[in-house]
């Protein structure tokens, strides 16, 4: 058996390919499919079937390229009404490929039509004994150290999601033995869910026991516990939903980006267009276009850019090279933000060469933090999730996710300096550009972020949040 799995960090999403006697599966594809088509190649196996484990939200998927460009079958749950040819798959549902076989169980609860896949190898398994399955892929049901948020349908409420949730999770996926391999679509940072570890796969029995949510004994509990508050929903994410259902154009050869001018920029910074710095937070505070917001390709790229600016945005992009303007124009179309305006020509330089003026955004360590605010010099904004902030945080913080940046800024005095901070220091660059692009005019990141705090010894608590004073 071949197996691989192939892990995105920029969208925290894991899909697969399985392949025996030269048959192969791919579950859950990314947009750009050439991949699966080269591992494929190397591997010498021909792609014949596609499943998509549910309609992805957080992603635009590559099935229906993959299946035209292949020949492949797709198929999905039979409740996804999906609009493409497919084949609509219910419990029981089993397919051969070589010496694998493939088992659907259908799993409602992150959505109506989640599926989870059930493999075995007769390969491993002897010829005497009862087949034995070796891993679930469990799409967006089961996570490591976590489950699939409940909130995404328009069909259902939370509350009931929650409770199919709850009996497909412990009627279904637990049924499987210990020693079943678990390989979920999405890693940590994912807002498909709240709070995941970082590993890569886990087993039915690591779960069982280390799970919060699979300790909760009652269904009454479990859906009061996942249905309250929830992480921020992201406009793009029923949008993607839909797309998905139907099938996403071909992503062909993406057109060339026009290059565009300073001035051009600076007057469409002036009607409130966006404009994305996609360089290092560090670069982005030593100069950056007045009014640019620093979504650095470093981080979870494209999951950040479509929750702060939307998908019918058409930001002017700002890098160091064509190869940075180019991956991250891939990468926003992974997430079907496609219509780019274009990228600042000759990149910083570009716009200093003009004449204009950049601004920076001033950084400070811990130490320094700790001391300024004994001082009662400066207020703090944490911009993690509420796990996060729950887990600790500094004494006094002002707390507001970055996730609710695109609701409204935080309500902080404007006149004394904010250091910003998240865990490592990704986050709180967004918030310090979006926060100075809001007019805040004494924005200071906190360099290493909690992370640095932490290792610092410095105090910490771990008080309720009351969100933003
Ligand atoms: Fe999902």
């Not at 549910?54 to 992603?59: N, R, S, T």
């Not at 939370?158 to 679509?185: C, E, F, R, T």
């Not at 001082?375 to 609710?404: F, M, T, Y």
């Amino acid at each position: 058996m071949y197996f691989e799995q192939f892990y995105l960090g920029c969208l925290a999403h894991a899909s697969y390919m399985l392949a025996s006697e030269g048959e192969a599966v791919v579950v859950d594809p990314q947009r750009d499919v050439e991949i699966y088509l080269k591992a494929a190649e190397e591997h010498s196996v021909t792609i014949r079937h596609i499943f998509e484990t549910h309609l992805h939200a957080d992603f635009v998927s590559g099935h229906k390229e993959l299946a035209a460009r292949t020949g492949a079958t797709i198929y999905m749950g039979s409740q996804a009404g999906a609009t493409f040819p497919h084949v609509a798959v219910r419990d029981g549902f089993e397919l051969k490929v070589g010496k694998l076989s493939i088992g659907v169980i259908e799993t409602p609860g992150h959505t109506p039509e989640s599926i989870c896949l059930v493999v075995t190898d007769h390969e491993k398994n002897s010829p005497e004994e009862p087949a034995s399955p070796w891993a679930v892929l469990t799409g967006d049901t089961l996570f490591l150290g976590d489950v699939g948020r409940p909130d995404l349908s328009r069909q259902y409420s939370p509350a009931q999601l929650g409770g199919m949730l709850y009996d497909s999770l412990h009627n279904k996926v637990l049924m499987l033995p210990d020693s079943v391999l678990v390989y979920p679509a999405h890693g940590a940072g994912s807002l498909c869910g709240r709070n995941m570890r970082a590993e890569r796969s886990s087993t039915i029995g690591t779960e069982r026991l280390t799970n919060y949510a699979l300790q909760i004994k009652s269904m009454e509990e479990f859906v009061k516990q996942l249905t309250a508050n929830l992480p921020a929903r992201p406009e793009y994410f029923s949008q993607d939903a839909e797309i998905n259902r139907s099938g996403a154009s071909t992503l062909s050869e993406l057109p060339e980006l026009p290059a565009i001018d300073a001035l051009s920029l600076k007057a469409r910074l002036e009607q409130g267009e966006a404009a994305v710095d996609i360089r290092s937070g560090e670069e982005f505070c030593a100069g950056h276009v007045p009014g640019s917001i620093n979504i650095a390709l470093s981080g979870q790229f494209a999951s950040w850019a479509g929750a702060i600016l939307g998908l019918g945005s058409r930001p002017v992009l700002i890098g160091d090279s064509q190869d940075q303007i180019s991956e991250a124009r891939m990468r926003l179309a992974r997430i079907g933000m496609e219509n780019i305006a274009g990228y600042l020509g000759g990149g910083i330089r570009g716009w200093e060469d003009v004449g204009l003026a950049l601004a920076k955004t001033a950084e400070i360590d811990v130490n320094e933090l700790n001391q300024k605010l004994l001082q009662g010099k400066v207020q703090v904004l944490d911009v993690r999730r509420e796990a996060e902030w729950e887990g600790g945080h500094i004494e006094g913080a002002n707390w507001w996710p970055l996730d609710n940046f695109k609701i409204s800024p935080p309500e902080i005095d404007g006149d004394l300096p904010v250091a910003v901070h998240c865990k490592g220091g990704y986050r709180s660059m967004i918030a310090c550009s979006l926060l100075q692009r809001a007019g805040f005019r004494n924005v200071i990141n906190l360099t290493g972020g909690f992370d640095a705090w932490q290792q610092a010894k410095l105090p910490v608590a771990t008080d309720k949040p009351v969100g933003a004073r």
